[in-house]
T-cell receptor, first 110, second 114 residues
Framework: GEDVEQSLFLSVREGDSSVINCTYT??????LYWYKQEPGAGLQLLTY?????DMKQDQRLTVLLNKKDKHLSLRIADTQTGDSAIYFC??????????FGAGTRLTVKP | DTEVTQTPKHLVMGMTNKKSLKCEQH?????MYWYKQKAKKPPELMFV???????INESVPSRFSPECPNSSLLNLHLHALQPEDSALYLC?????????????FGEGSWLTVV
């Protein structure tokens, strides 16, 4: 089973903000990633955050890291229908093993 | 350019066939990976190559045989597969296996075993 946990589904209206949450358990994790997977496609790297950071912003994407609670979130501002996809949270551990969450399926309704 | 190219995009093979999946990157990356992804599941690591040498084999059955002919290419040879091996096979690469290096994925090869 995964040590990285995500809720499986999220549905928002176009133009709203989406917040996808993730929790991890390995305190030695130093890099945390968000990947996007559209139907029938591979994994597209969206963003990542190093564990000595609390926040990282990149255009419509904001990543928040609460290291004490081992909680990571991805906020997508002004969500568009093209943002509909599965979003995977992943942690990279000191042994270089990349561990993925189960993925959150984001549905954006017009 | 952060492109990892995989061929073929789709493959249907019988249980007695021998086929190969191919992966190529021209980013100068020295670590390459094979992941397997079943429907509605996250990717699972199969193999890691570092500087053209096999570093990790996650107890993958011998009917899957990886090969790294050079630093840009990674193959996955398939023989005597089972229907349960049907999945999306993702190739990935990173600069090397250092912790801070991001892993970039290809679009995947959809494999159906009949």
């Amino acid at each position: 089973g995964e040590d990285v946990e995500q809720s499986l589904f999220l549905s928002v209206r176009e133009g709203d903000s989406s917040v996808i949450n993730c929790t991890y358990t390995d305190s030695s994790s130093t890099y945390l990633y968000w990947y996007k997977q559209e139907p029938g496609a591979g994994l597209q790297l969206l963003t990542y955050i190093f564990s000595n950071m609390d926040m990282k912003q990149d255009q419509r994407l904001t990543v928040l890291l609460n290291k004490k609670d081992k909680h990571l979130s991805l906020r997508i501002a002004d969500t568009q229908t093209g943002d509909s996809a599965i979003y995977f949270c992943a942690e990279k551990r000191n042994n270089n093993d990349m561990r993925f969450g189960a993925g959150t399926r984001l549905t954006v309704k017009p | 350019d952060t492109e990892v190219t995989q061929t073929p995009k789709h493959l249907v093979m019988g249980m007695t066939n021998k086929k190969s999946l191919k992966c190529e990157q021209h980013m100068g990356h020295r670590a390459m990976y094979w992941y397997k992804q079943k429907a509605k599941k996250p990717p699972e690591l199969m193999f890691v190559y570092s500087y053209e040498k096999l570093s990790i084999n996650e107890s993958v059955p011998s009917r899957f045989s990886p090969e790294c002919p050079n630093s840009s290419l990674l193959n996955l040879h398939l023989h005597a597969l089972q229907p349960e091996d049907s999945a999306l096979y993702l190739c990935a690469s990173s600069q090397d296996r250092a912790l801070g290096n991001t892993i970039y994925f290809g679009e995947g090869s959809w494999l159906t075993v009949v």
